[in-house]
């Protein structure tokens, strides 16, 4: 049986994978913490996919950022940054 | 003052019982519509948005029929008991969609239309109305974001493109005669119970569509009134019963399990 090549732009909506960092908080007391991390093709899909995936809570507020613009001050394993003489 | 139908009359109140009739069983069909392309769906997560979507669509069925009880009819006769000659979806609802462009522009059309009659209920002086409008509101919102993602995707590719097109140029003008259909809906404005004329609700629909399907389809395109279309029930806002077929698929077969 030949299998069904999967198109990956035109059925699942991007050509490389794009992801996104999901927090949110319950009250506005809370702190805005990261809950999680979806894929999604753009932006509009991104934040349909947080609603309907991240729905343990009622959140007070719900947010998504593109993990691409989060930018490192330090990561796991790694010195902080320092500024090269 | 607690709000009460009794206040309304004859022609109001049946005018108002056809138009919640109309939105509650075209989001009944519409609920299927999701239910039954959830393994149409591209991905995981997309199969999650359109089980909930299912749902939210349901649900905003349900709830509306519940308050349609308050018209004098029996819960169980509303969800069980009506045939195919008594489901008042719109039309546009009644043919199922050729590809996932057809689903999207469809399903696109069919919340931006229920949603335009829904929203004329947001200041209605039954709280309780008001209430579910703005509920329903709110979860519309990720229903037409879902499309709009997809819609996003599509204008990417031309073989998209003409396919959202053609279904557009297909379904729009049902979507248009469903909403400008509303015979006697006027009286719902006089009598307060919307803030909004049905021309105008009409007239914002066909604005919100040219708009967000201009990336694929001319405003020429969808101009111009609504078609006219035989067999005309004004009272269920459609032509013609619902197709026998379409309705052994949307009834619940088991009581138990609707609940």
């Excluded at chain 2, 499309?147 to 031309?158: F, R």
């Excluded at chain 2, 140029?169 to 469903?178: D, G, I, V």
């Excluded at chain 2, 013609?240 to 619940?252: H, K, N, V, W, Y």
């Amino acid at each position: 049986m030949k299998r069904k090549k999967i198109q990956r732009k035109r059925e699942i909506g991007g050509a490389t994978p794009k992801f996104y960092e999901v927090f949110a908080r319950q009250t506005s007391d809370d702190p805005l913490t990261h809950v999680g991390s979806i894929e999604a093709p753009n932006d509009a899909l991104a934040e349909v996919r947080a609603w309907y995936i991240h729905d343990e809570h009622e959140w007070r507020e719900l947010c998504v950022v593109p993990t691409a613009a989060i930018i490192a001050v330090t990561e796991r394993g790694k010195n902080v940054k320092i500024k090269e003489v | 003052m607690r709000f009460s139908l009794d206040g309304l009359d004859g022609a109001t109140r049946t005018a108002f019982e056809n138009d919640l009739f109309a939105i509650a069983d075209s989001k009944f069909v519409l609920g299927n519509w999701y239910a039954r392309c959830i393994l149409n769906g591209r991905s995981l997560p997309d199969f999650a948005a359109l089980t909930a979507m299912t749902g939210a669509a349901y649900g905003h069925t349900r709830s509306l029929w519940q308050y349609l009880v308050n018209f004098g009819h029996n819960y169980g006769w509303i969800e069980r008991g009506r045939d195919a000659t008594g489901i008042r979806s719109m039309n546009m609802l009644d043919g199922p969609p050729a590809d996932w462009a057809d689903f999207i522009a469809t399903t696109w059309l069919a919340e931006q239309a229920t949603w335009m009659a829904v929203s004329g209920y947001l200041y209605c002086p039954d709280r309780a109305l008001a209430g579910l409008a703005e509920k329903i509101g709110e979860e519309t919102y990720f229903h037409l974001k879902y499309a709009e993602g997809w819609m996003e995707i599509m204008s990417e590719s031309a073989a998209d493109t003409r396919a959202f097109a053609k279904a557009m140029e297909k379904r729009y003008p049902l979507a248009l005669a469903w909403l400008a259909g509303a015979k006697g809906s006027d009286a719902l404005k006089k009598a307060g119970l919307r803030n909004i004329t049905n021309t105008k609700l009409t007239k914002a629909f066909a604005a919100e569509i040219e708009q967000g399907a201009a990336w694929a389809v001319k405003k020429s395109a969808l101009s111009g009134s609504p078609p006219k279309m035989p067999g005309w029930i004004d009272a269920h806002r459609r032509a013609a019963p619902l197709p026998d077929a379409l309705f052994e698929a949307i009834r619940f077969r088991d009581p138990e399990a609707a609940h």
